[in-house]
T-cell receptor, first 118, second 110 residues
Framework: ETGVTQTPRHLVMGMTNKKSLKCEQHLGHNAMYWYKQSAKKPLELMFV???????ENNSVPSRFSPECPNSSHLFLHLHTLQPEDSALYLC?????????????????FGPGTRLTVL | DQQVKQNSPSLSVQEGRISILNCDYT??????FLWYKKYPAEGPTFLISISSIKDKNEDGRFTVFLNKSAKHLSLHIVPSQPGDSAVYFCAAQAGNQFYFGTGTSLTVIP
């Protein structure tokens, strides 16, 4: 496997379910991201992890819980979601620039997970 | 409120001609700009970028122009090829934050 992979590619869940999205990157990067893309809206950055530490959380509701056990894996745990959470969830990775933890490089995206909440 | 805007949802261009995709932004703190290309059922792929200290960056058929005073950037593709048909996203960076536009769907007609 090369690049950034995401599983599952499609997920349908009820509002009371608990599920997890998985992202894995094989690029040796140290920064990983979760994005949400809703219909007719731009990609919205949700979370940023830099060297396994969460550096950004863009006011995401607590029903979304990220986990980064190592620099190659990123999870998004989902519980008690709402129908408006239905969207494409994209994972990305990049190589952080040196010093000050600044991330200043192009991101490599996975194919996304299409989530439908009933 | 969107900080990065792509006001043209779609663009059609004849093969061999120039494609110009536009992007406007509002935040003067953005210091790095990127263009991504997306095919259906795939994630976006990086195309070209430009630092705010430059006004032009070229890579083969792709050139990005940055006009900081107008807070405007554009992507030129010349000559356009049918394989360039995709959705193009403009993105801007400030610190560890990235902001994307809604995309422009480019169709290159053979």
């Amino acid at each position: 496997e090369t690049g950034v992979t995401q599983t599952p590619r499609h997920l349908v869940m009820g509002m009371t379910n608990k599920k997890s999205l998985k992202c894995e990157q094989h690029l040796g990067h140290n920064a990983m991201y979760w994005y949400k893309q809703s219909a007719k809206k731009p990609l919205e950055l949700m979370f940023v992890y830099n060297f396994k530490e969460q550096t950004e959380n863009n006011s995401v509701p607590s029903r979304f819980s990220p986990e980064c056990p190592n620099s190659s894996h990123l999870f998004l745990h989902l519980h008690t979601l709402q129908p408006e959470d239905s969207a494409l969830y994209l994972c990305a990775s990049s190589q952080p620039a040196g010093g000050l933890g600044r991330i200043n490089n192009e991101q490599f995206f996975g194919p996304g997970t299409r989530l439908t909440v009933l | 409120d969107q900080q990065v805007k792509q006001n043209s949802p779609s663009l059609s261009v004849q093969e061999g001609r120039i494609s110009i995709l536009n992007c406007d932004y509002t935040n003067s703190m953005f210091d790095y700009f990127l263009w991504y290309k997306k095919y259906p059922a795939e994630g976006p792929t990086f195309l070209i970028s430009i630092s705010s200290i430059k006004d032009k960056n070229e890579d083969g058929r792709f050139t990005v122009f940055l006009n900081k005073s107008a807070k405007h950037l554009s992507l030129h593709i010349v000559p356009s090829q049918p394989g360039d048909s995709a959705v193009y996203f403009c993105a801007a960076q400030a610190g560890n934050q990235f902001y994307f536009g809604t995309g422009t769907s480019l169709t290159v007609i053979p």
